[in-house]
Each structure stands twice: as C-alpha cells, then as structure tokens.
C-alpha cells in the first residue's frame, strides 16, 4: 500500500518493540517492518479516517495538519478532545494515536508547508450570508421535524448532542445553500435527507434553528 | 436516509472491515481529507502584490488569521488586515437585533439594545490588541496550539462606553476591590461538553477608564470578524480578556467559573521548564503583555539594493511605557538605538526606525529588541511555559543584499 509509505517514521527498533509487535498490546505498535505488523496501514487508514469522522466536526483539518507533536502531547489532546465532545469510538482511539503519530510528529520526515493565505474578501465570506432564504419556513412545523429528524444527534434545544454540533447562532444558518446541502446529502458522519425531507421540510427546520438563541450563562 | 457520510461500519468483523477500507480508500485518497473547509485558497507560492492583501491562515473553522508583519509599518492596523481570532467561530449575529445585559451584584440591572447603548457618551483611544498566544510557534519544543507566528497583533482606535459608566449606571453592591466582572459573549462551543469561552477581569479593572465596551475600530462600525457589535477593549492586557460579540456583563464577588479562567491562560510564577509538574498555586493568570517589538520592514527574507535601507517597524508594552529600541546586524552585532516616532502613550504601540548603510552582498540577520520603564527587556528566548504565552524573544528577520 504505497500511499501510505510516507506514514512509516524511520525509528530504530528495539527487541521489546518487535516482542511487543508479534505479541500485541493495548499501546502504540512499535513502528516496524511490514512483514511484522501486516496490520498498520489498515489501523492507519482507519486512524485518518477516525480523525475525518470525529475531529473535523468542529473544526478544520489545520489545527491537526499544521502541529508537530510528539506521541504523549497527541495522546494528551486526543483525551483533551473526547472531554470536549469528540465522539471518538474507544476502539478508534489507538488507531487515531497512531495515525497523528505517523503523519503529525516529526518535523524532519514530514515538514510543514507554508501556509495558506486568504483575502479579507474571502475570509468574511465564509461567515456571511450565501444566498437569499428560499422561503420563509414554518417554525412551528419546524420545530417538530428538528425534534423527529436532527434532536437524536444534534441535541433537543440544538446546542449540541453526541453526534452532532451546536447548530444555535451559528452561521451556518445564514447560508442557505450551504445548510441545504449538508441536510440534503449528509456531512462525515451525518447522513443525508433528502429522502426524508423536501426543500419546504428543510426550510422550515431552519427556520425554527433561526429562531434559537443561547442564554447568557448557559454552557 | 441516505447513507452517504463514508463512515465506517461499525459491528463488522475485522475482515469485512478490511474490505470496506480498501473500497474506500480509493475515494478518501483522491479527495483527501478536504471537505466543505478544504483548500479553497491558492496552494504554494503566492506572489508578491497578492501577498500584500492577504492574512495567513492558521485554521479556517474557527477562523484564526495572523497579519503579515509588513503591515505594522503604521500606527493603526487596518481593519481588513486585523488578525482574526475566536475559540469557536463568528456567530451569527444578524439573525436578531443585538441585546446587552449587566447584571449580577448591581442594584439596577440593565438590558439594552445598541440603540440605547449609543446615547451614552463614547470616548476611543487607539490601544494594542495581542493574542495571548502570539509567537507560540518560537517556542522549542513545540507547544499544542494555534501555531501563531509573529503577527497575531495590531493597534486599533477603539471607540465605545466605558465599562465603569455602564457599571455605575446599573448601581455596584460591592466595591473595587471586593470581585470580578463576569463576561459572556457569543463565541459558543460546538458541543455541551465544551467548555464556554467565559471569562473574567478583576473589578477594579472593569473600572479603569481605558476599559471600554467597544462599537467602532478604527472609525468603522465593529466588523463582525473583530466581534461585532459589541467587544470589550482592555489595554495592556492580553486577546483573551478583549471579550467578542459581547453579550452580558455579570458582577460578581468570584471569578469566572470554567476551564477558560480556573485552568486556561495561566503563567507559571517561576520558571518552569517542559515536563514540571506545576500546581494552582505555582500559577497566575495571564493579563498584563510584557514588553515586545516587531521588525515590519525589511520582511524576512528580503532580497535588497545595497545602499542605505530603513529598518522599521513597532514596539509596545503592558508594563509602562517603552523606553528604548535598539537594533543589531547579525547574531553578535552591536546594539544600536533605533528612533522611536509617534508620542508615547499608554496602550498603544510606537513606531521606530533606524538607518542600515548596507555592507557588501551576501546574508544578514537583523534584529530588534525593546526595553520598557518597568525595566523589562526583551530576552532572546522568552522562558518556556506549557501554554505557549506572551512569546517576546527579540525579534529577527533574515535578509539578502544582492
């Protein structure tokens, strides 16, 4: 599996690593030869994919990508993270560990790259309206189609659940294409519903989300 | 519903699990890890003109933007080129008309919209706003966090109702030196297991004159980036008191409850190298910045004429008011006072200048360093501590005369 060559760090391995690689442990395999841990680049694979699922939920990929730490500081961020609401699966967090610690550790084998670089215009875009309401949804229907459809994931006020983000506030809820095709075809780990939902079912969820507001105080 | 989000099956046994991955991989290898916040900006290099009107991006949800150092090269940062900073994004704040509340130890607890908000008197001030964490990425080894280089800084006039008028129109119970102002504003977490972005400032600091509720920057409504409508202004201290989309003010005889004041954006009193083992009490909370400079030009890695150059850029500090800029041509060069411009006054910064007769071709380090009245001067390397903060090592930047 060529493509994930550049995820095998190049470190000396000591007799306790290759013991520890043919017998198996709950820790960090010791990186090794392949033909002693045939398994790596599929807990690799699903590592990268466990970081998509549950870590780009709130947040994009560079505060990740961008970082050089060392196997402790991931571990520490990853348990840092599932505290805040990272829906990690607890059989996914070794894979995680050690696909943050292949990609995401030693600056020498996987330097940064300079960084990228965006126009105030562009910056401000991301945040502002994409396009005008559709229609004028139906709050009260839209309050009981949350409740049957997003509630589960999303939490019953909409500020957050074990799957799914705040949505109270948030910008999201300006930008109307932008809403419609994440209801409409799914996101990571939310699915799509557009079988579920039509274009005037999804108008009036937002804008029932629209009408929310956090209190001052609440968590 | 159409399973289309890719995830994982989750009660498979190991073998067919296998075989979804290598179905899958083929897919997640092409479109990479990129999604809705993918690379929308231009990858690589970046030319020089476009350079100029663009802000380094350190994330993109939650929007962190540092400000090429170039800019600082006057007094007020432009609000386009402001850096961008929240914990967990803009929120959307057309989707009501604003509301203000101070509440908590007062005998008259106000709630009001901006209208109200605007009769009362304004004053501004132009003042340095600094993220706390700016220039963690100087520190070895390296420390979690947004990876800020030397830009997430700028000097802004502020203009809004100071803090105490509000506080003494709502009629205090307790006196200065008796609590804290609680202060809440719409930087909301994306889960309730996130810990909110509360946090508080002494009263007595609520009470200084400069401490302003703040509606304009620079002349300029508040943008929404730099927490419009409402933010709170706290010169000579850190980002991380300059409370956005602020939303109510709580008095109260505690600090602020929660990870952001109790355990977040702590300095250790001593001098505490990686891997020390620190308890509450070895620490304090970060707010007042130490002393600071910035060379804005020539910019790192610069390809200059031989002749004589201008070396210019800013210097500031929390602690007084800055004394002294020097500058020095290569690591062991000696060091030379700069020329400190604009008029000192406190919680802004100062430009400075100096002159470079250019020796023949080939690479120079230039560097800057600023001293306060306090009698702080900048150190090579800031002391290490776990967070990243107030980084304040003397600033360099690499140059080629050709």
Redesign the interface.
């Given at each position: 599996?060529g493509?994930f060559s550049r995820f095998l760090p190049i470190v000396p391995t000591s007799l306790v690593a290759l013991v520890a690689a043919f017998v198996g442990t709950t820790g960090v395999p010791a990186p090794g030869d392949r033909a002693l841990d045939p398994d790596r680049d599929?807990r690799l694979?699903?590592g990268?994919?466990a970081?998509?699922?549950n870590c780009?939920?709130?947040?994009?990929?560079?505060?990740t990508?961008?970082?050089?730490?060392?196997e402790k500081?991931w571990a520490?961020?990853i348990d840092k993270m599932i505290?805040?609401?990272a829906p990690v699966?607890a059989d996914l967090k070794g894979p995680l560990l050690e696909f943050l610690v292949s990609a995401y550790s030693d600056p020498g084998s996987s330097p940064v790259?300079?960084?990228?670089?965006?126009?105030?215009r562009?910056?401000?875009d991301?945040?502002s309206?994409d396009g005008p309401l559709p229609r004028v949804g139906d709050v009260a229907q839209g309050a009981s189609l949350y409740k049957a459809h997003c509630a589960t994931c999303h939490?019953p006020e909409a500020?957050?659940?074990d799957l799914g983000?705040?949505l109270?506030?948030?910008?999201v809820?300006?930008r109307p294409s932008?809403y419609s095709?994440?209801v409409r075809?799914?996101?990571?780990?939310?699915?799509?519903?557009?079988?579920?939902l039509n274009p005037e079912r999804e108008s009036d969820i937002l804008a029932w989300l629209?009408t929310r507001?956090?209190e001052?105080?609440m968590? | 519903m159409i399973d289309r989000s890719g995830m994982m099956p989750r009660t498979s046994t190991s073998t067919s699990r296998r075989k979804w991955l290598r179905a899958t991989a083929g897919a997640m290898a092409a479109g990479g890890l990129a999604g809705p916040w993918g690379f929308g900006g231009r990858r690589g290099r970046v030319d020089a003109a476009e350079a100029e009107a663009t802000l380094i991006v350190r994330s993109r949800v939650p929007l962190d933007l540092e400000t090429p150092v170039d800019v600082f090269d006057r007094f007020l940062t432009p609000n386009d080129l402001f850096f961008v900073r929240s914990h967990f994004g803009a929120p959307a704040v057309q989707l009501a008309p604003w509301r203000f509340e101070v509440r908590g130890l007062v005998e008259r607890p106000l709630a009001m919209g901006l209208d109200e908000l605007s009769t009362m008197e304004t004053v501004s001030a132009p003042a340095v706003l600094q993220c706390t964490g700016n220039g963690r990425s100087f520190y070895s080894p390296t420390i979690p966090g947004v990876g800020w280089g030397r830009g997430a800084v700028g000097n802004a006039e502020w203009a809004g109702v100071r803090l105490a008028d509000l506080l003494r129109r709502a009629g205090l119970k307790i006196a200065a030196d008796e609590g804290h102002v609680h202060l809440h504003g719409a930087d909301a977490p994306p889960s309730i297991k996130t810990p909110p972005f509360l946090r508080s400032i002494p009263l007595s600091r609520a009470l200084d004159p400069g401490t302003l509720v703040a509606t304009r920057m620079n002349g300029e409504p508040l943008p929404l980036l730099h927490g419009g409508p409402l933010r709170l202004v706290v010169p000579d201290w850190g980002g991380n008191h300059w409370i956005k989309w602020l939303r109510a003010i709580v008095v109260s005889r505690e600090e602020a409850p929660g990870f952001y004041q109790q355990t977040g954006y702590k300095m250790p009193k001593v001098l505490a190298p990686p891997g020390a083992e620190l308890k509450p009490a070895d620490l304090v909370t970060a707010t007042t910045m130490p002393v600071k400079s910035l060379i804005a030009r020539p910019t790192d890695g610069a390809r200059l004429k031989p002749g004589r150059v201008e070396i210019q850029g800013v210097a500031w500090t929390g602690m007084g008011h800055v004394t002294r800029v020097e500058v020095a041509i290569g690591r062991d060069g000696p060091w030379r006072a700069a020329t400190l411009l604009n008029d000192d006054r406190p919680g802004t910064w100062r430009l400075w200048r100096c002159e470079w007769d250019t020796p023949g071709p080939g690479r120079h380090q230039l560097r800057a360093r600023a001293t306060d009245s306090s009698g702080q001067t900048q150190p090579e390397s800031t002391a290490w501590n776990r967070s990243g903060y107030y980084w304040n090592g003397i600033d360099t930047v690499e140059c080629e005369v050709v």
């Open positions: 599996m493509r599929d694979a699903m990268r994919l970081f998509r699922d780009l939920m709130c947040h994009s990929e560079e505060m990508t961008r970082s050089r730490l060392t500081q520490t961020e505290g805040w609401g699966p790259a300079a960084p990228e670089r965006i126009s105030p562009a910056a401000l991301l945040v309206p939490g500020r957050g659940g983000t705040a109270v506030e948030k910008t809820l300006l932008e095709g994440i075809k799914g996101l990571r780990r939310m699915p799509g519903f557009e079988a579920a629209r507001r956090f001052i105080g968590p | -």
